[in-house]
């Protein structure tokens, strides 16, 4: 579709799997560049989706695997993602929509031997795209690097964050607020347990980075947006907030 006109605001669909994952800070980004955001339960709705009429496509967690095809919505959203990319749709994909990106480049997706859980950091070999964090990790699939595709950022589990083309995928969860925090220690709170996580711990560590974690979250989108998707400005290229600005209630 292209966004040739800078008259005309981006069009954005957020691809949701449940409940429990809202786009948190991504939704405040978006609203920094006037985005026109749509957010489709693809879990729920199996209309299909034109990926081209949108400007930028953002894949958001879930709690099931993205090579799960047992789970109805899981080859759809891989065969959307896919035109997506194959018609230069840039898409952002966050720990099960980057691995979600990563199948449908190629790449191996699998469960890990280790999973990962808390607020961790993350070798960078691109701050400036992906600071070292510490970000947010909930997941226990993890992924080869795609064919062509540049890692960015990675652990000893496996790859954190990669671009190919117009398009990023990461391992971690940049968009996590306090609230989605809250609502996550809630619902699966059986799987703290069974990983051994302290859970008021966790969310002690939240709300005590929240201000950090949403500042890095906002520079990484914005930097995403200008250098990897680039995509026009917007309203005044203002995704990323002026320091000191004041903090929005997403989640």
Known sequence: MGTSDPDRRPRVLILQH???????????????????????????DDREVDPTAYDLIVSL???FAAFDDSKPFVPREAALMRRAVQADVPV???????QMLAR??????????????????VRSRDPELVPEGPWFQWHFDT????????????????PQAFVAGRSLGLQFHPEVTTDIMDEWVRVYRHELDADGVDPDALLEETHRLADRSRANAMRLFERFWQRVARL????????????GGARASAG
């Open 232 to 243: 026009p400005a917007g309203e005044r290229g203002r995704g990323e907030p002026a320091e």
């Open 143 to 158: 992924f080869r690097a795609p064919p062509g595709a540049t890692v960015v950022a990675e652990t000893d589990v496996g």
């Open 104 to 121: 449908v480049l190629g790449a191996e997706v699998f469960r890990s031997p280790t999973s990962e859980i808390g607020w961790l950091p």
């Open 18 to 44: 449940e409940d429990p994952t809202p786009p948190g800070h991504v939704t405040e980004w978006l609203v920094g560049h006037d985005a026109d955001v749509e957010v489709h339960r693809i879990d729920l």
């Open 61 to 63: 967690g879930s709690e």
């Open 92 to 98: 952002l994909g966050l720990c099960f929509g980057g």
